[in-house]
Structure formats: C-alpha cells, structure tokens
C-alpha cells in the first residue's frame, strides 16, 4: 500500500483541497482531485526528507522566548533607524561571514528562518563546503560581536535540539 501510496494523509489532504477549490464533489472533480493527490504524494515520496530527530526539546520553549524578545528589540531598533532617532552617522550596514559547526539541515534552517525573521538581518548564503554563512546586518557595529550571538545565542540551541 506504501508503494502505491506513500503518504496517504497528505493525499487525502490534497484530496479535500481540491475538491473545496473545485466546489463540487462530482466524479470527474474526484477522479481529477484523486490523480493530483496521488501525483503529489508520489512527488512528496521522491523528495526523501531526511528522517528529523529531535534531541532536547526542554530548550524549545527558552529559544522560542528568546527569539520573540529578538524580534522585538530588533523592530523597535529599525523602526529607531527608519525614522532617524538614532545617532546620524553610526548606521553601517555590512556583511559577517559567520563560521558554522551545525551540519543539521533541519538545524540549518530553524537558523535560517530565526535570522530572517529578526528584523535588520538577513540570511543571504551558506557554503555547505566551508560550513560558513553570510548575514547582512542593518547596523553592523562589531562583526565579532554577530558572530558570538550567531553562535552562542542560536546555533548551540539549535545544535542542542537537533544534531
């Protein structure tokens, strides 16, 4: 059954979808709606996610706090920029090359979307190869400083959960 369905519960979910989109549960809009969801959890199967195992899921609930309380440090620190409140003249944007030890792909981008998210940084490479990242910052005062929050305050977290 695996074999001809590999996930049936994401087919019945596309299933369902396409029926509501369709507005009608019809024969043809059920066989159309069947060859879809059949096609997407083939595709879905073809994929091959890597299996996720989560280690310490006790630090989860620290790490979500501590990236709420980012986001919103780092709003009200742009917003300060955007409207010019801050010292003219001492906003330099720049880029850090911050080096990685994570190898989690999963890990990789739980970091990715917590850097994105925060405003005034973003996630713009990774070089699997060298295990580095590149990340704008909007305010870039201290490299070294990005680099020990990257990799203190997020990345060992992550690394905890993860690897």
Same mark, same amino acid.
């Given at each position: 059954?695996?074999? *001809?369905?590999?996930?049936?519960? *994401?087919?019945l979910?596309?299933?369902?979808s ?5 507005g009608? +549960? ?7 709606? =069947?060859a %879809? +969801?059949l096609?997407?959890s ?6 091959a996610?890597?299996?996720l195992?989560?280690?310490r899921l006790a ?6 706090r501590?990236v709420? +309380?980012?986001v #919103?440090?780092?709003n009200?620190?742009?917003?300060r920029?955007?409207l010019?409140?801050?010292?003219? =003249?001492t906003?330099?944007p720049g880029?850090?090359?911050i080096p ?9 981008a +739980?970091?990715?979307c %917590?850097?994105t998210?925060?405003p005034?940084?973003?996630? #713009?490479?990774?070089d699997s190869?060298? =295990?580095?990242?590149?990340l704008?910052v909007l305010d870039?005062?201290d490299?070294?400083?990005w680099?020990r %929050?990257v990799?203190e305050r997020?990345e060992?977290?992550?690394m905890? %959960?993860?690897?």
């Amino acid at each position: 059954m695996r074999r *001809i369905l590999p996930h049936p519960l *994401i087919a019945l979910g596309l299933l369902l979808s396409w029926l509501v989109l369709a507005g009608s +549960a019809s024969p043809g809009a059920v066989l159309l709606g =069947g060859a %879809i +969801a059949l096609a997407g959890s083939w595709a879905l199967a073809s994929l091959a996610p890597p299996r996720l195992r989560l280690r310490r899921l006790a630090v989860l609930p620290g790490l979500l706090r501590d990236v709420l +309380a980012e986001v #919103v440090r780092s709003n009200v620190a742009v917003v300060r920029i955007i409207l010019g409140r801050s010292v003219a =003249g001492t906003r330099r944007p720049g880029f850090v090359h911050i080096p990685l030890d994570m190898r989690s792909p999963q890990g990789l981008a +739980a970091l990715a979307c %917590i850097l994105t998210a925060t405003p005034g940084t973003v996630w #713009v490479e990774y070089d699997s190869t060298e =295990g580095t990242m590149l990340l704008h910052v909007l305010d870039l005062i201290d490299e070294a400083e990005w680099v020990r %929050i990257v990799k203190e305050r997020w990345e060992r977290r992550l690394m905890e %959960i993860f690897e």
